[in-house]
């Protein structure tokens, strides 16, 4: 497992209650489907803008009258209809949806990041409406949570970027912002060419923990949440610091060490979440 933009979803796991597997599942499908008309393939922008659109307008159909939604395009009323029954029956939020929407649009033309904030800013939309979709889900939406999934969210999504540095070069996309890649002295040249310099190992570094705090702050969260649904994100936690901890150990070489999570990995996180949880 690679901590990725939607592999942190549960689906069909057989930590998430039965009741649950479905909204999941149409979740997971409206995003997986969305994320991949903005980036994968050769199409251009337009086309991109276009399928997205498609997908605005029926969001705003489902906002209209959950219930009984009316005029959805037929390419993708498969997605859209079980959705619309999803968060009619769940009493979901619709914001969260047109939110992961606005990432999506964003991942089009947006490749560079001047700041910090605003690589926490994409992940505002990117990430962290999946965490509140799922307490809405479980019933625990309150303003702690929300914060502390929040937290959990943008940790993965940092966590991601670090672990994909190679991939998003080859897609031209720069997530470590700007500003931190001027103060370490760092050049996309270098990146490029692989470099594993002492600057490398400085900005990384100083990533890393930044999002290593992320991810220890929203923990209490998964010791707070009862019974599977805890274990659930007490897993998912440890899968992001089990991924940094990787990185580190490969000397901050993820151009040709791409980190991913292996049985062993899993053995590891396991007894941590059940016997020495103390993220």
Request: with cysteine; hydrophobic share 45%.
């Amino acid at each position: 497992m690679a901590v990725n933009h939607y592999e942190n979803f549960p689906v069909a796991s057989v930590l998430l209650p039965r009741r649950l597997r479905r909204a999941v599942g149409d979740i997971y499908r409206f995003a997986r489907t969305a994320d991949d008309i903005a980036d994968e393939g050769d199409d251009a922008p337009a086309i991109r803008r276009a399928g997205l659109a498609r997908y605005r307008v029926a969001l705003h159909a489902i906002a209209a009258d959950p219930r009984d939604p009316q005029g959805f395009d037929a390419e993708v009323a498969p997605i859209f209809k079980p959705l619309a029954a999803t968060i009619s029956r769940h009493q979901l939020p619709i914001t969260p949806f047109f939110h992961l929407l606005e990432a999506f649009e964003q991942d089009i033309d947006t490749h560079r990041y001047a700041t910090a904030a605003a690589v926490d800013d994409y992940c505002t939309r990117s990430a962290n409406p999946v965490g509140r979709l799922m307490l809405h889900l479980h019933d625990a939406a309150t303003p702690e949570n929300l914060a502390q999934a929040d937290a959990i969210c943008t940790g993965l999504q940092w966590t991601n970027f670090l672990q994909d540095v190679q991939i998003d070069l080859r897609k031209d996309r720069v997530y470590l912002p700007q500003e931190d890649l001027d103060r370490f002295g760092v050049t996309e040249a270098a990146m490029r060419a692989r470099s594993l310099s002492p600057e490398w190992t400085a900005l990384m570094t100083f990533e890393v923990e930044r999002t290593r705090a992320l991810l220890h702050f929203g923990a209490p969260l998964a010791r707070r949440l009862p019974g599977r649904v805890g274990l659930e994100l007490r897993l998912v936690v440890q899968g992001g610091l089990r991924i940094l901890e990787r990185i580190a150990a490969n000397r901050y070489d993820v151009f040709m060490n791409r980190p991913q999570l292996e049985a062993r990995d899993w053995s590891v996180m396991v007894w941590r979440a059940l016997v020495k949880y103390d993220a």
